[in-house]
């Protein structure tokens, strides 16, 4: 693989090392840390002993997830645009070749290790007591030992986790974790996709597909590549330009719009309405530009995926009278349960949790937990009680 | 017909024709106007010389879409909330027995006697240009030489009409009337259903489908109208008490919400959300009610209306960088097709106009012009532009 692409270097590995504070660490100063906390876009969190701030809200400077352990910082895991239209999108957004990788339907995490421990943040820069609990099980370690400043950027996906309401159809029980990004404590750059891949290849760490580096001329390429994931029930794509500024976009599949518009039919008083308005505009760009038949069997799956959904919910506050789901992850140590209920009670708003189960199985706690949908509940009761509703 | 039910007398003609004002009319006096102007909650309108107050926003004591001209009031049609449940819904708003009508799916309109001119009214307050010129195709006018101070409320529909997509599947060419209430200047009571019915049947006027007088425990004998009418793709109902209070609910078919989300996928991001949203809750609550089976068919069709509508706003923009949809309606008086466009373009914020034909045929001059949904253009041409997307 060159280093030089379009006649722009990339910072080698070693000089990215050797500045590994280059003046991005500096903005997070004592005295940014200091007025972030007074004016609410910083908190002081706690996991197990670990203390840590925790900024909750985009700022100019930092984003939101960033989190501080001993005046050492992990930036946040940036927001990646979305392309509704695949051909004119890598146009518009891509000067240089461009790594294209399969998006993962999961939750993000930064895999970090903090004085002897190692722990998994969330998005939003809480602890992960699930997927910090299962490291281990997730990923090569030793990695840590050589690399102690990485982060290590991923997706942890399945059927099994806390968060979501299903996972990718090819993970047929419990979780994986796709790593597919690095970069190092108090940098917010991620690595080259050469030291990455080098990184991965060592220890072994499990990634998403990596279609490899292609060029807007390549569209008929990516085209097939994404009807492939389409007919497979997978997401899409993310496209991270080989390039200094390492420019990325997302691309998703009309057929995870579907997996998506019947997960939140379930919960739709819980859900902004936009989310369903999104997905029908990019399920509907998807399918009119990769040509795909509008068939049918193809309207069939998107209205079962509305009426089904709604049909559970209503069924479920005729039975029960509320909205729930169930969902089941399992643990190496017991106490982490509880950890994550307590996390999710607090940090959730007003989903409300019961924990069902929870059992020793095959070296494994396995959790079930149910969470109440409020106001899924509230308002389909008071309809089904026959409220009068204004529009 | 009874003029006593359960017990509680209706107030008879006489009396209500006896005292015309009583006590409502007070309450519009030149103080409330003059404060309604200055805090905008009215504002001054004029149509073709006739010179009238318009209150543009619901308050306190006046509805939105009340007018006065030369110090007398036409009060606005208030709203009628909407049960999502049939049985709960009736069993929760009605204590008494009530009329049940056909809800005709087309535009709102109160038409009165204004000096020696006959005008019709939009549910907002203007004086609608289609309408007023149509005024005698329909219906019957004498009834204003006998009642000068009617207000007939009604609906104008039918798939040549200025503001909406379509009209119900019934009617096939230009549109119709259908009175539903009376009342009179001055008043915001509406005629008892005896009243009514009585000028309706001297003067042929017009009419939804009335189904008749039910009670709470014809519960499934309501239930079989609403199947009929879901089967034939109408609208749904309104039910109206039969009691001085005169309490109203309406209850729409599952079909009624497809032909919208059709109608209004083509046009998705100039609507709100929710429009999507609410019309998939009451879609659902009604096939779970009334025990529809969940059909491919059925699926199909919900399907179909969201992608085949977005598909075509997408060729439209690719074909003229635009979404656009096309309006045709009839006149009387070539004039009143350019005081509905001068209206159209002035009232409706962000939608564009333009006239594309006006010719004479069969007695009428057939306007034919399009709307430009300026956030479903720009928006749509944007995302197929390639533009970066956050959510």
New interface residues.
């Given amino acids: 693989m060159p280093f030089v692409v379009s006649g722009v270097s990339i910072p080698c590995k070693k000089r990215v090392r050797s500045k590994p504070s280059r003046g991005i660490r500096d903005m997070l100063d004592e005295k940014l840390i200091e007025q972030a906390l007074s004016d609410g876009s910083a908190v002081r969190a706690e996991y197990d002993g670990l203390h840590y701030i925790q900024f909750v809200d985009d700022t100019k400077k930092v984003p939101r997830g960033t989190v501080s352990f001993d005046g050492r910082v992990v930036y946040g895991y940036g927001?990646i645009?979305?392309?509704?239209?695949l051909?004119?999108?890598?146009?518009?957004?891509f000067s240089h070749p461009f790594w294209v990788e399969e998006k993962i339907d999961g939750f993000n995490v930064r895999i970090v290790k903090v004085r002897d421990r190692i722990i998994a943040l969330t998005r939003g820069g809480y602890v992960c007591a699930f997927t910090t609990d299962r490291i281990d099980d997730l990923l090569n370690t030793a990695i840590f030992d050589k690399h102690p400043d990485l982060v290590i950027c991923g997706e942890v996906a399945g059927p099994e986790n806390p968060y979501m309401d299903d996972g990718p159809p090819f993970i047929a029980e419990d979780v994986r974790l796709f790593v597919f990004d690095m970069n190092r404590w108090d940098e917010r750059k991620f690595l080259s996709n050469e030291e990455k891949v080098h990184l991965m290849e060592v220890f072994q760490l499990p990634t998403p597909q990596r279609f490899g580096r292609f060029s807007v001329a390549d569209v008929e390429k990516i085209k097939q590549i994404l009807l492939k994931l389409n007919s497979e029930w997978r997401e899409g794509v993310v496209f991270k330009e080989d390039s200094p500024r390492n420019h990325r976009?997302k691309y998703t599949t009309t057929n995870a719009n579907i997996i998506d518009i019947k997960a939140g039919?379930q919960n739709?008083?819980d859900l902004?309405?936009?989310y369903?308005?999104?997905r029908?505009?990019r399920?509907?760009?998807f399918?009119?530009e990769q040509g795909i038949e509008?068939t049918?069997e193809?309207?069939?799956?998107?209205?079962?995926a509305?009426?089904?959904g709604?049909?559970e919910a209503?069924?479920q506050v005729h039975n029960q009278n509320k909205v729930t789901r169930t969902y089941r992850c399992r643990f190496r140590n017991r106490d982490n349960a509880f950890k994550l209920i307590k996390h999710l009670e607090s940090a959730a708003g007003h989903v409300q949790l019961e924990m069902q189960d929870l059992r020793e199985e095959g070296g494994f706690w396995k959790l079930k937990f149910e969470r109440t949908f409020a106001k899924s509940s509230g308002q389909l009761s008071s309809?089904?009680?026959?409220?009068?509703?204004?529009?």
Avoid at 81 to 85: A, D, E, F, N
Avoid at 383 to 391: E, F, I, V
């Fill in positions: 927001k645009g979305r392309v509704l239209s051909e004119s999108g890598l146009k518009a957004q976009a039919a739709l008083l902004p309405s936009e369903f308005t999104n029908i505009l399920l509907v760009l399918l009119e509008r049918e193809l309207s069939q799956r998107l209205g079962d509305y009426i089904n709604l049909f209503i069924k309809l089904l009680k026959g409220r009068l509703m204004y529009d």
